[in-house]
């Protein structure tokens, strides 16, 4: 067999491959930049959309602000609405001590001698509270409940004393149950204004001005809710 004979210019052939043209070099870093620019953008796009998908718009804008308005004019109202309790508790304070002692809850003690102007006085004194709660403003839920027990126990006890009034111009049997009558629309107006309190000791504590206690007196057995034992403007739970 005769040997191979591998020419030189073979050699330099398997050695030494083409190599790539100049052109097709920068066609390939043309790629690979296109592609790094074309990813850049897409993070630049892709960003701006998330950003414009999560930013808050101007419905959540306006939306936010007027809550936090109507969160503002709800704690003006509860401070209101808790003054107004308390100067309506100091008018009605004598007509409870008036109509007590004409008629007692428990019975023990006999009616006392009661005037047509001891009558008119009452009257006058729960017309006044009355008065205090016309026209009222619109607020938060809550505040709302409170103001709203409070007026209806006012307007209940306005008509006790009208109730009382009629009985005083009753005889017998008439009499006895106007009386009865009487009595228990009391009961009913002590009952729901301590709702009403109690709701207004709650949103005070909610707004951030602590317990505030403005309660009637009450007998025992007649079922109205009763204060914490939290100081006034504490602020526990």
């Not at 026209?135 to 006890?157: C, F, H, I, K, M």
């Not at 709702?195 to 504590?205: E, K």
Request: glycine share 8%.
């Amino acid at each position: 067999m005769s040997a191979i004979d591998i020419r030189p210019q073979e050699v330099a052939t398997i050695n030494n491959r083409p190599r790539q043209p100049a052109s097709a070099q920068g066609a390939t870093w043309a790629r690979v930049l296109a592609l790094a620019v074309a990813f850049a953008l897409g993070a630049i796009v892709a960003g701006g959309v998330v950003f414009a998908l999560t930013r808050p718009d101007s419905i959540e804008r306006t939306a936010d602000r007027l809550r936090a308005e109507s969160a503002l004019r709800d704690r003006t109202q509860i401070r209101t609405l808790t003054e107004l309790a308390r100067s309506t508790r100091a008018r009605l304070l004598p007509v409870l001590d008036g109509l007590s002692r004409a008629m007692p809850a428990d019975g023990t003690a006999g009616p006392v001698a009661v005037t047509a102007a001891d009558v008119e006085t009452w009257r006058q004194g729960a017309a006044a509270a009355v008065q205090g709660f016309a026209d009222p403003p619109s607020g938060e839920t809550a505040t709302n409940v409170a103001r709203s027990s409070l007026a209806s126990a006012v307007r209940q006890l306005a008509t006790t004393v009208d109730t009382y009034a009629a009985a005083r111009g009753s005889t017998g049997p008439a009499r006895a149950a106007a009386m009865d009558l009487a009595v228990r629309q009391r009961a009913d107006a002590l009952f729901t204004w301590s709702i009403g309190a109690t709701a207004l000791d709650a949103v005070n504590i909610d707004a951030g001005y602590g317990h505030q206690h403005v309660f009637l007196p009450t007998s025992p057995g007649e079922g109205a809710l009763t204060p914490d034992t939290e100081p006034e403007g504490s602020h526990d739970s």
